[in-house]
């Protein structure tokens, strides 16, 4: 990664929490634009938000873009990789962040909730890499980084679903970063412990008490402390680096 040069970004989720972070992060270190690609429902206006999160970085120059597209559908992956052609002129960065849980113990859990978590966890992530990583390869030059979870790591009850997705990550990460690594596209994963985000917010006090017993920083995360791995990761200081998995999680995994 060169010094000093700007790049363009495509983050999957990237309209509100850890995404939106990560968005913003990317914009004031490295990159001249980034899209965030996402369902936003109920509010559908992308370009208003862009237009709010671009105010919100507040860096003359720097542009930010909003596509609608749902990540666990291939065709709205490659639309989203067209439209950072059309609008960014290429992209060098992908983040796959988009994610969803629909906690059940095994027992209760449904066939639509284990199939909407996988779909949208772990196959999106293929979506994603599978759409923009022809240009990267092209261009000689690509840094993903996608979101797993300690959950992919550790496990946990409740949530079958979601640890398997995330553990899927984490092996389609080290499986792709071997198969990309001659072609200067680095691939490596990061594994958050629990983030203050809307997908936290369910907890109650007494979730999140028992929750910071296993946590040796006690508190939990905020957006901003994974996408500051995130920018590392995508940075030039981290060019010797592809399959790796980072837990970002207070120490929670070690
Ligand atoms: P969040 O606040 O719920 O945000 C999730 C984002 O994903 C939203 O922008 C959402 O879009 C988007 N999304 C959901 N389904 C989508 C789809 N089908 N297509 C495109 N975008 C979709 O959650 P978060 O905490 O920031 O989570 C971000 C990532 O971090 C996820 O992969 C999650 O598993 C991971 N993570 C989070 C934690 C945590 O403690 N928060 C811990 C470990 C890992 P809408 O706004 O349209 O719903």
Not at 134 to 152: D, E, L, T, W, Y
Not at 155 to 171: D, E
């Amino acid at each position: 990664m060169e010094e000093g040069r700007k790049y363009r970004a495509i983050v999957t989720g990237g309209s509100r929490g850890i995404g939106k972070a990560i968005l913003m992060e990317l914009a004031k270190r490295n990159c001249e634009s980034v899209m965030f690609s996402d369902i936003m429902v109920p509010d559908d206006d992308f370009e208003k938000h862009a237009a709010e999160i671009q105010k919100e970085i507040g860096i003359e120059g720097v542009k930010v873009y909003g596509f609608k597209a749902d990540a666990s559908k291939f065709d709205e992956a490659e639309a989203t990789v067209q439209a950072a052609n059309e609008k960014m002129g290429g992209v060098d960065i992908l983040v796959n962040n988009a994610g969803i849980t629909r906690d059940n113990l095994l027992l209760r859990m449904s066939e639509a909730e284990f199939d909407s978590v996988i779909n949208i966890n772990l196959k999106s992530v293929f979506n994603y890499t599978k759409a923009a990583m022809k240009p990267m390869i092209k261009q000689r030059f690509g840094r993903i980084v996608n979101i797993a979870s300690v959950v992919g790591l550790i496990g946990n009850p409740g949530q079958t679903n979601y640890a398997a997705s995330k553990a899927g990550v984490i092996g389609f990460t080290k499986s792709v970063a071997r198969e990309l690594a001659s072609r200067n596209v680095n691939v490596n994963a990061i594994a958050p412990g629990f983030i203050e985000t809307n997908m936290t917010a369910k907890l109650n006090d007494q979730q999140r008490e028992a929750l910071l017993t296993n946590v040796p920083l006690k508190r939990m995360g905020q957006p901003e402390d994974i996408a500051k791995v995130v920018a590392f990761l995508c940075s030039p200081d981290a060019d010797y680096m592809t399959g790796q998995v980072l837990a970002v999680d207070g120490g929670m995994v070690m």
